[in-house]
């Protein structure tokens, strides 16, 4: 079993930036690949990006592309990612969830086993 906790959601106002952490525990061979999704209020949860176990590769939505960037700490017995966020937009107020144990990068929201609560972004005009 993996327990996951999202942090650093926060207001803001568009054009800053934001970090979201996930620190993962448990068994850190169930941890694999890791990701973050969204969800708009009144929208269905999106995938935001993903990272591979190693962390040496990553994938992103199109949206997040050049203004995200998703990295991990596989170091001690926790892992954690992180999502930083730049240039923020109003759009991109949500709830931010961290999600694991997936075998592989994946946008797919079903391939990971694992979910954390969820951290709140709000961004202002």
């Known amino acids: 079993q993996v327990h996951l906790v999202e942090s650093g959601g926060d207001l803001a106002q568009a054009g800053d930036s934001l970090t979201l952490s996930c620190v993962a525990s448990?068994?850190?061979?169930?941890?694999?690949?890791m990701g973050w999704f969204r969800e708009a209020p009144g929208k269905e949860r999106e995938f935001v990006a993903s990272?591979?176990?190693?962390?040496?590769?990553?994938?992103?939505a199109d949206f997040q592309k050049g203004r995200s960037t998703i990295s991990r700490d596989n170091a001690g017995a926790e892992n954690t990612m992180y999502l930083q966020m730049n240039n923020l937009r109003p759009e991109d107020t949500a709830l931010y969830y961290c999600?694991?144990?997936?075998?592989?990068?994946?946008?797919?929201?079903?391939?990971?086993?694992?979910w954390g609560q969820g951290t709140r972004v709000t961004v202002s005009t």
């Open positions: 999600a694991a144990g997936a075998g592989g990068i994946t946008a797919q929201a079903t391939s990971y086993k694992y």
């Open positions: 448990g068994r850190s061979f169930d941890i694999g690949a």
């Open positions: 990272i591979s176990t190693s962390g040496f590769n990553t994938y992103y």
